[in-house]
């Protein structure tokens, strides 16, 4: 349905966005993740049709979208942090795009109090957006953004600006509301939780190139380089005889480059890789270790909670395959 | 980055540097502001030589220059230094000696006029004075003269551009009548009364020729197409024909003195009427409560000198009162006086200027 | 209740110099008209408010002021958007010319209009010399500056994605500028539109000069009383009603700029690309500089024609002091006192309004607090809602005694000008230091720094190039300010702008040239010290 192809923004010398080409289908979610300026937000206005191409096209459903404004693309944007009108009540915020639509006010009526019913805000009509906490206000911002049922919602990290527990909860909320409503949606976002919660399609973005996309257990399961890897939560990358030694206590085919969780290695007495444990820290649910292991280096490891270890212990690792991914690169690549 | 930080700190110096150095010429700080050219009111350091010193200061209005060589000349005669406070139009002159009556700003003031005199008289801002010369009778105030010194007069005086009448084989007005004659028919522009001296001189002409009839001049003068606008300055180098290349209007209320100053290979493009004319008079006092009193006697005094009386033409392009004085030779020639100029007195202008404007604003406001 | 004491006495210096050049004078002048004979007579002067005259004066001054103002505010709005959010050539130049007819002397612009406007000139045939028509003209073309300005730069740090967002929902251009940009600059609008008209309410040479005599404004009617018919009971009568009205109006837009969100942040958005739909906006933008420049060009043509032909003779005779002595000082010597003014007038405006703007925008604790900060705030604009002529008789009576016998001071006129230059500064440093997040003076407070410290380390910082950029307002309103000046300038040190109208006074042909060619080093003087401002000025701070 939505087509980019070959999108190129530059500013003066520099590609904001490079020949980037993705394609959306019909309610489904697609994630761009990469760090800060990599282009993504870029990317997000310059399908909204803030940001003009300087070449490439986005096109919907065939039709090239290049002159069209962006009050004609029947899209959505939601900012990172809702850009509520504040001087306009939550009611108004939400039925904005109606009355734009010159709707009967009995139907902005109904619409609103549906819409905030879904976002878990009845009963806030008259409130002004200043008396709002973050997450409420993202909410405000989703309704606003669902009222008049657009072809395809553009988030703009909808979840960043909040805290830890707002943001999972918001983001089950979200992922729920979007799927309930059946609409498309272009995220973008640096926090590859905030992917994972949302999305069904993932595509990683560096200094202005997509690097790498698909389905998101896919990339999420092998990621094309290290970078990505490290930028989709693995917290090391081992290579050479390193790797070579981990796969193979996995029982896995030898490779150059393995990337691994902070989870990939646990402390199990019928484990085949010995380590000295360098430091310990309790987590809720487990205890992390960082452990120089014996041929692989420093890396980091799990125990179970409850278990005795002190820096200066030894002890034995096992390998937990979900856990890694395999780098598709070559030694000096 | 660097590079901007170098901007900066260049800015931020030059600022610094343009600050100072102004800041050091700043009225406050510098040393050659007005400050410091105030004299010592100290009489030892006027030289010893016997005569009084200290400062006279002169109140007078905008239009006040007199040539710098016959102030130093009276400076070095008397001993005194005079200073010059010259600000606002001859009213706020008036109203400004007439509220400062009890604490007055100067010792001695210039340029009020006989339309505007009987006002700081009436408070009492002037203290009485005797002059050495005695001006010509004709320009003493009946009630006051002894207070107010006649230095100067200035008739206002219809002009016509008598060229652009040659041009169009047209006659020019004599009179106050003719300018209502229909073959005037929107010739004719004059400063407003109510904001202009010389509007309100032309008025009070009106009054004197017309009594109590003058709103049916006014009527008809309107009717006729004459313009009023604020000032003199718009007046003639606005509208008037002679004044400014857009000029659409030959007729306009200025000066007797008017067609010395549009002279041109020997011959002047204008004439005034002089059967149209009011006579200003320009007073100087010395005010009640004066510091230096004697300083401002002295200053009247010079101010009837045959020498400041001469050079009141060029200065202030007003005529001396005193016959001894010498005019130029274009004034001689090209601005003759009126002879028998129309007259209201202070006290009858005083007793009914609100009520004239009053209703002078009325009828040309209909 | 000590915080406010606190706030008080930090308050007291200014509001000490307000008192003594300002109340203090006006008070003195309104209460020569209430007591008569040493008695207090209130009756009579409120009697004077019954008169039909009176009646029509105030409403023509409501109404052409009104008019002049919701003119200049509909003009100057897309000049304000062209001018400072999009890449225009030369957009810099452009908005430092606006700023010129500012600072120009009224008679020269009065005679400038009508030259354009009078009955032989190129736009005679529109029959509008002396009429409402070319006062409301006037006062727009004194004021468009003012809206371009403070609503620009408000409209430059305006946060460009709620627009943005109100555009990915559906809205055109014109529904996002009516129902989210136009909301979010009202407090800019309004306060933009409360200075027109008070500058408008009291223009003064304008409306005679373009009115002819037949109209009368407030401000024109205290004058007539006050100097031609001496009526200081009807002068004291208008006076109050003149203060009332500008009280009245203070308050209102106090209320309707309602205090901006202390969390929002301010951006500084990139000026774009001109695109085609820019074309209205583009076009009113040349449609007024156009306006704009055309009396200006008059000025110019007049200063460089000579005789028959053209030169440039009255250039070289600013180094005189022109024809028949019309001045006491060459025009160049008037040049380098209203230089030297214009510093002193700068620095006394600096000072005053940097307390005050501290003063007005540190965060209140209480609701009294607040109400004490935003009457301080409307007290000090009040100078520009208040007859000249009233204070300035009134620094005749009331500063004539030790201790403040001031009136033969020669720091009177710098110090008349402060007072006029005093709201700019204060509307240029005010919404900066207002800017600065609170959070940052604790953080500074909690690390041990005192309050002058904290002053010292977070507010200086960042208001230091607003404060050049006020400065520069500062300097360039003293630069043309004549109405003051004009009352208290000494003979033997006129400045510019006096030194103008007393040329364009004086018969003479080359006299007048040079006042034309005055104004010229006047206007070029101004938009230097403009452009020089441009440089300096902190996008999207730092607005009248």
Known sequence: MLQLTDVTVRYGDT????????????????????????????LLRAVAGLEPLTSGSVSWAGADLVGVPTHKRGFALMFQDGQLFAHLTVARNVAYALRLRRTPSARVATRVRELLDLVGLAGYDDRLPGTLSGGERQRVALARALAVEPRLILLDEPLSALDATLRERLAGDLREILHAAGT???????????????????????????????????????????????????????????????????????????????SALVVDPAGDLRAVVESARVTPE???????????????????????????????????????????????? | MKHVRVRAALTVGAATAAALLLGGCSLAGGG???????????????????????????????????????????????????????????????????????????????????????????????????????????????????????????????????????????????????LTDPAYADLMVTPGASTSSPGMAFFLATVAAYGDDWQDYWTDLLANGAKVVDGWEDAY??????????????????????????VADGRTTTAALLDTCFRQVEYAGVLAGADNPEGAAALVDWMLTDEVQSALPESMYVFPVMPGATVPDDWAEFAPQPTDPFEVSPEEIAANREQWLTEWTDVISR | MRRIAGLLLLAAAPVLVLGVLFVLPVTGMVAEGFFVDGRFAPGAVLDVLARPRVHRVAWFTVWTSGTATLLAVVLGLPAAYALHRLA????????????VPFVLPTVVVGVAFRQLLGEGGPLGFLGLDGTPVAIVAGLVFFNVAVVVRTVGVAWESLDPRPGQAAAALGASPWQVLRTVTLPALRPAIVGAASIVFLFCATAFGIVLTLGGVRYATVETE??????????????????????????????????????????????????????????????????VLGAMLLPILTLVLGSLSVGDGWGLDNYRALTTVGDNQALLVPVTAALATSLRTAVDATWMALLVGAMVSVIVTRRSHSVAERRVRSTLDGFFMLPLGVSAVTLGFGFLITLDRPPLDLRDSPLLVPMAQALVALPLVVRTLAPVLGGIDDRQRQAAASLGASAWRTLLTVDLPVVWKPMLAASGFAFAASLGEFGATSFLARDESPTLPVVIFRLIGHPGEMNYGMALAASVVLAVATAVVMLAVERLRVPGVGAF
């Open chain 1, 286 to 333: 487990v205890v992390r270790l960082v452990v120089a292991a014996e041929g692989i280096g420093p890396v980091d490891a799990v125990a179970p909670l409850g278990s005795r270890v002190s820096p200066g212990d030894e002890v034995a690792l096992r390998v937990d395959v979900t856990r890694l991914a395999v780098l598709a690169i070559a030694a000096g690549g």
């Open chain 3, 222 to 287: 205290i004058y007539l009383l006050t100097t031609t018919i001496f009526d200081l009971r009807a002068a004291a009568a208008l006076s109050v009603l003149q203060i009332v009205v500008v009280v009245g109006l203070l308050a209102l837009a106090a209320r309707l700029r309602a205090t901006p969100d202390p969390t929002a942040q301010r951006t500084v958005s990139p000026v774009r690309a001109v695109r085609r739909s820019d074309a209205p906006a583009v076009v009113a933008t040349l449609l």
């Open chain 2, 237 to 262: 180098y606005g509208d008037f024909t002679a004044g400014s290349e857009q000029g659409t209007r030959p007729i306009v209320v200025s000066y007797d003195s008017s067609p010395a100053f549009t």
């Open chain 1, 15 to 42: 590609a904001a966005v490079d020949e980037v080409t993705l394609a959306l289908e019909p309610g489904q979610v697609l994630a761009v993740l990469g760090p800060s300026g990599c282009g993504k937000s870029t």
């Open chain 3, 88 to 99: 225009l050539p030369g957009r810099a130049a452009v908005r430092a010319a606006l700023l």
């Open chain 1, 184 to 262: 498309t949606a272009l995220l973008v976002t640096h926090d590859h939780d905030e992917a994972f919660a949302l999305a069904d399609r993932l595509a990683v973005m560096r200094a202005g190139r997509v690097v790498q996309q698909g389905a998101i257990d896919e990339v999420w399961r092998e990621p094309v380089d290290e970078e990505t890897a490290l930028f989709l939560g693995y917290a090391r990358v081992v290579r050479g005889d390193a790797a070579a030694r981990v796969l193979a206590s996995g029982g896995l085919s030898p490779a150059y480059a393995v990337a691994l969780r902070r």
């Open chain 2, 32 to 178: 050659d502001g007005p400050t410091a050219t105030e004299p010592s009111t100290s009489p030892t350091e006027s030289g010893g030589t016997g005569e009084p010193g200290g400062t006279v200061v002169l109140a007078t209005h905008e239009s006040f220059t007199l040539p710098k060589k016959l102030v130093r000349a009276f400076e070095e005669e008397t001993g005194y230094t005079l200073e010059v406070r010259a600000a606002g139009d001859a009213g706020t002159l008036a109203t400004k000696l007439s509220l400062t009556a009890d604490n007055p700003i100067a010792d001695a003031a210039f340029g009020i006029d006989n339309t505007f005199a009987s006002r700081p008289l009436g408070e009492g801002a002037f203290a009485e004075v005797s002059t050495t010369a005695t001006p010509p009778d004709e320009y003493v105030l009946a009630e006051g003269g002894d207070r107010l010194v006649p230095i100067d007069s200035a008739s206002v005086c219809v002009n016509v551009d008598t060229d652009w009448f040659d041009a169009e084989g047209l006659e020019p007005p004599q009179t106050l009548d003719d």
